[in-house]
């Protein structure tokens, strides 16, 4: 299955992706488009991306996540092409032995997608105007948090 879709995420055929006996938890994250950003009305977005390298670095991300959790199986689709309010940007299954590794196995996924994925999103604003917007907004590494949380985790 490509990772990469222009038709609306099914959820159903990433959850039998990473299905099996010795698998007993599955987590999942969606990322939906909200109708809001930064004070502004969203009225819809574009996604955009460079295919080839966006399809080989999240390869690289799921490979990481097996070699840290060995159990772990992941399966991820990113919409790209025009979404509206309440499509699903973005889903990521990972399921492992446990709950706690399938958690944090689509954790990390998400947020190295995030940060190293070229895929672009342009937001259109109930306002007339339009942005692009930068994807690692929000995107905070454990080593930032610990330092504004004050303690080691």
């Not at 995420?9 to 969606?30: K, T």
């Not at 399809?55 to 979404?83: D, M, P």
């Not at 499509?87 to 998400?110: K, L």
């Not at 590494?141 to 504004?148: D, Q």
Request: glycine share 8%; net charge negative.
């Amino acid at each position: 299955m490509a990772i990469l879709t222009e038709q609306p995420i099914r959820l159903d055929p990433l959850i039998d992706q990473v299905r099996a006996p010795d698998r007993g938890g599955i987590a999942s994250f969606l990322g939906l488009v909200r109708d809001h950003h930064q004070g502004k009305g969203v009225l819809g977005l574009d996604y955009s991306a460079y295919g080839p390298m966006a399809e080989l670095e999240t390869e690289r991300i799921i490979n990481e996540a097996a070699r840290r959790w060995a159990t772990v199986a992941v399966a991820v689709q990113h919409r790209i092409g025009s979404l509206t309010v309440g499509d699903t940007a973005v889903a990521i299954v990972a399921a492992a032995a446990h709950r706690g590794e399938a958690f944090d196995a689509c954790r990390y996924v998400i947020e190295e997608l995030k940060k190293r994925v070229p895929v672009w999103k342009r937001e259109m604003y109930s306002d007339g105007s339009v942005a692009w917007v930068d994807p690692t907004v929000g995107v905070e590494s454990k080593e930032s948090r610990v330092h504004r949380e004050g303690h080691n985790a």
